[in-house]
């Protein structure tokens, strides 16, 4: 019961901020991802564990990232250049090119994902910390109308460092303060079990 009640809990986060999808052309945002594949790879598997992995992000979630760090608002020195190049249009596009291509599945670690998952799908109701699947879904698919991200097979070193971002106010998220919130409430423990987990997740 308390776990459900954790769950129903995030499940009206998530919708308080659900928005309207847009549309990006995906052809177009094949070439114009060239300045993008460095960094994210070819067809959006990031090389390196500290840059994430763009393949079947939800394209609004990914253009909205963009202008964040066209804004300054997410503050990158490799990402907010890279962004200034991209108008909205370019960034919806290049959302929808990556949208459409697959994430390469990866491991989680076993010592650690255990634990993560338990957190990832029950929440801990007795710090009133709710579960993750609530807004990223069973299999990390996220919420592509509401542009809650996709966290299957994304790197471990990559999400840890986004939750440590989140918990200290680096980063925060568009309309609401509920990853901060969240997060805050996490251990470093807690943040490297459940991003070993959703790296699992496929």
Same mark, same amino acid.
């Given at each position: 019961m308390k776990i459900l009640s954790a769950m129903l809990g995030s499940l009206a986060l998530c919708g308080a901020a659900a928005? #309207? %999808?847009a549309g990006g052309d995906p052809d177009a945002g094949m070439a114009k991802s060239a300045v993008c594949m460095g960094c994210h790879g070819a067809d959006g598997n990031s090389p390196s564990p500290e840059w994430p992995n763009l393949a079947g992000q939800g394209a609004d979630y990914i253009a909205a990232q963009v202008a964040l760090f066209r804004q300054g608002v997410r503050d990158n020195a490799l990402m907010m250049p890279m962004a200034a190049l991209l108008s909205e249009q370019d960034a919806l596009d290049v959302g929808a090119h990556y949208a459409r291509q697959a994430p390469t599945p990866r491991e989680a670690d076993p010592a650690l994902a255990p634990a993560g998952e338990r957190l990832y799908r029950g929440g801990d109701p007795a710090r009133n910390l709710p579960a993750c699947i609530a807004c990223? =879904?069973? #299999? =990390?698919l996220g919420n592509a109308p509401a542009r809650y991200p996709a966290l299957r097979g994304q790197h471990s070193v990559y999400a840890f460092n986004q939750l440590k971002a989140f %918990? %200290? =106010? !680096?980063?925060?998220t568009s309309g609401n303060d509920m990853m901060q919130v969240i997060a805050a409430k996490l251990t470093d423990e807690e943040m490297r079990a459940l991003a %070993?987990? !959703?790296q699992g997740l496929r």
């Open positions: 928005v #309207q %999808a990223h =879904g069973p #299999q =990390g %918990a %200290a =106010g !680096t980063r925060r %070993a987990y !959703t």
